[in-house]
């Protein structure tokens, strides 16, 4: 009696529609989408001045970048846990001249650079400790932390510039690899680490799980106060880190660094597909959005535009975010033509 013969089913069918439902996906995320804008954006921006694409153009771009992309990926966490941070512009200033100032005082430069560092980390800790255990909004308690860290980097400095280590400039201007900035390298390797941080630890998605329900995290055991506590943490240091490249950029640690950086951080997170309604979000996307975010502030340079129609358009661009997210989220439905024809007509 011979063997059964078993016939292979033909691979060809299922994997071209496995190939094609995966290409459906990777062009339906947000990231890809975010990618092709910046593309584009870079594209007209370089037929129209040529300077774009002009590698010490290329290189401010990026140097602007990395300090907002920094924020953004701890500011990522903190909107996935349905939380928000205000203060980061000022503990960014706070950090950048306490490094300034124990360097000045004649401690070794890498011990400033951490001191700087801790302090971010240190400001995060007394907001998230408010904010869990006071139970106050997030919006305030950052709010207040942004006047508080100001008034004290106006203390430190006197209103003066401080100093930034020799030994540390080679952070903020130096470049390897044939000319990569050394921040640029910096700012990749965290958003890889964020995003496994993220998507692969039981951190990120303690965090999601919070930011997605908040009292079926807390059944479900998650300790929710330490969580949301350790984000604030984490942007507190990142601030930190972002404190210390943005002033061995410059040379000096300055009382009014960051100023406004809050709302470009918050637009990255935020253009990238962090939800606002919290448990969702991506580092990857606040990556990207914080490139569109660079390239769209020296496209205005570059063409000569009003800087008050840069900061109008940055606006813009954070409420169309947002209208996106809820649309995405299919919160808007209520405004459908359908449904307000229904609203409005009704019982006439």
């Given at each position: 009696m011979s063997a059964p013969t078993v016939t292979a089913p033909a691979p060809g069918p299922e994997r071209t529609r496995s190939a094609r439902d995966v290409a459906r996906s990777?062009?339906?995320?947000?990231?890809?989408?975010?990618?092709?804008?910046?593309?584009?954006?870079?594209a007209v921006v370089s037929i129209v001045n040529s300077n774009f694409l002009r590698a010490d153009n290329l290189y401010n771009?990026?140097?602007?970048?990395?300090?907002?992309?920094v924020i953004a990926v701890g500011q990522t966490f903190i909107l996935i846990a349905k939380e928000i941070?205000?203060?980061?512009?000022?503990?960014?200033?706070?950090?950048?001249?306490?490094?300034?100032?124990?360097?000045?005082?004649g401690a070794n430069p890498w011990i400033a650079m951490l001191a700087g560092i801790a302090v971010g980390g240190v400001c995060g800790l007394a907001v998230g400790t408010v904010v869990v255990l006071g139970r106050v909004s997030s919006f305030i308690v950052t709010l207040g932390m942004l006047s508080i860290a100001r008034g004290l980097t106006q203390l430190v400095t006197g209103g003066l510039p401080q100093s930034m280590p020799d030994e540390l400039s080679f952070i903020g201007q130096g470049r390897i690899l044939g000319g990569i900035p050394v921040s640029v390298l910096i700012f990749v390797v965290l958003v890889i680490l964020g995003q496994l941080l993220l998507t692969r630890t039981v951190f990120g998605l303690r965090v999601t799980a919070i930011g997605d329900n908040d009292a079926a995290a807390r059944t479900g055991g998650i300790p929710v106060a330490r969580t949301r506590i350790l984000t604030f943490v984490l942007i507190g240091l990142l601030a930190g880190l972002a404190g210390i490249i943005f002033s061995t950029q410059v040379g000096v640690?300055?009382?009014?660094?960051?100023?406004?950086?809050?709302?470009?951080?918050?637009?990255?997170?935020?253009?990238?597909?962090?939800?606002?309604?919290?448990?969702?979000g991506s580092i990857i996307g606040a990556f990207l959005g914080a490139c569109l975010l660079g390239v769209l502030r020296n496209a205005f340079i570059l063409l000569a535009l009003s800087p008050f129609l840069q900061q109008l358009s940055i606006g813009l661009v954070i409420v169309l975010a947002a209208l996106f997210d809820q649309g995405r989220q299919g919160n808007l439905r209520h405004l459908s033509p359908s449904a307000l024809r229904s609203r409005f007509f009704a019982g006439r």
């Open positions: 990777v062009f339906k995320r947000q990231e890809t989408g975010l990618l092709g804008v910046i593309i584009l954006l870079g771009v990026l140097q602007t970048v990395v300090v907002v992309g941070d205000l203060s980061v512009g000022s503990v960014l200033a706070l950090s950048a001249v306490t490094a300034g100032s124990v360097y000045g005082s640690a300055e009382a009014q660094a960051g100023t406004g950086y809050e709302l470009d951080v918050i637009a990255a997170a935020v253009i990238g597909g962090a939800s606002l309604s919290g448990g969702r």
